[in-house]
Antibody, heavy 119, light 110 residues
Framework: QVHLQESGPRLVKPSGTLSLTCAVS?????????WTWVRQPPGKGLEWIGE???????TYSPSLESRVTISLDKSKKQFSLSLSSLTVADTAVYYC????????????WGQGTLVTVSS | KFMLTQPHSVSESPGKTVTISCTGS????????VQWYQQRPGSAPTTVIR?????ASGVPDRFSASVDSSSNSASLTISGLQTEDEADYYC?????????FGGGTKLTVL
């Protein structure tokens, strides 16, 4: 059973940068998977932000690409999200998840953390 | 840009059957697998269906799903509705290197 846990500041200021980390426990940090970030604004649907492969290759949502960086620390079994130039529209629950290739299923999720953008 | 469209909400009575659709905007929805996730308030999504039609471990056989190439859509069917099925349901697929979610459907069991 794989466990993912998000951590980071819960309140960030407009124009600032959001930084979250996802710790992966219970099992090897396998080269098979993609490590993914998804967000959900209050009362709205799921939005895929981007992901990173064990190799370091990244893919980002075209709508967020200019503001997103996802990185990986294999030694600590964790990956991180950085989202810059924040506005109130970035207020959301941020989830980290594991995606397995074909069928591209997000099979394990963190519990999610609410990040509020406010002055 | 490939998109998945779901009805915003559906409702049905306990014991009845409901079907939630997920329609692809272009191309072929059958080109990549479709997953279905259930999300209850305050919780992370969990898989109910993977690889178009296969139930995740522990999901009752009241849940079934299919993909129809002719209508470029996927469907999730829940029979014998129970109050515990009330939740948001999301379809998900993949396009190139992008993960795509449908907008989600709120299922109300009246």
């Amino acid at each position: 059973q794989v466990h993912l846990q998000e951590s980071g500041p819960r309140l960030v200021k407009p124009s600032g940068t959001l930084s979250l980390t996802c710790a992966v426990s219970s099992g090897p940090f396998s080269s098979t998977y993609w490590w993914t970030w998804v967000r959900q604004p209050p009362g709205k649907g799921l939005e895929w932000i981007g992901e990173i492969h064990h190799s370091g290759s990244t893919t980002y949502s075209p709508s967020l690409e200019s503001r997103v960086t996802i990185s990986l620390d294999k030694s600590k079994k964790q990956f991180s999200l950085s989202l810059s130039s924040l506005t109130v529209a970035d207020t959301a629950v941020y989830y980290c998840a594991r995606r397995r290739p074909v069928p591209e299923e997000l099979d394990y999720w963190g519990q999610g953390t609410l990040v509020t953008v406010s002055s | 840009k490939f998109m998945l469209t779901q009805p915003h909400s559906v409702s049905e009575s306990p014991g009845k059957t409901v079907t939630i659709s997920c329609t692809g905007s272009s191309g072929s929805i059958a080109s990549n697998y479709v997953q279905w996730y259930q999300q209850r308030p305050g919780s992370a999504p969990t898989t109910v269906i993977r690889e178009d039609k296969h139930r995740a471990s522990g999901v009752p056989d009241r849940f079934s799903a299919s993909v129809d190439s002719s209508s470029n859509s996927a469907s999730l069917t829940i029979s014998g509705l129970q109050t515990e099925d009330e939740a948001d349901y999301y379809c998900q697929s993949y396009d190139g290197r992008i993960v795509i979610f449908g907008g989600g459907t709120k299922l109300t069991v009246l």
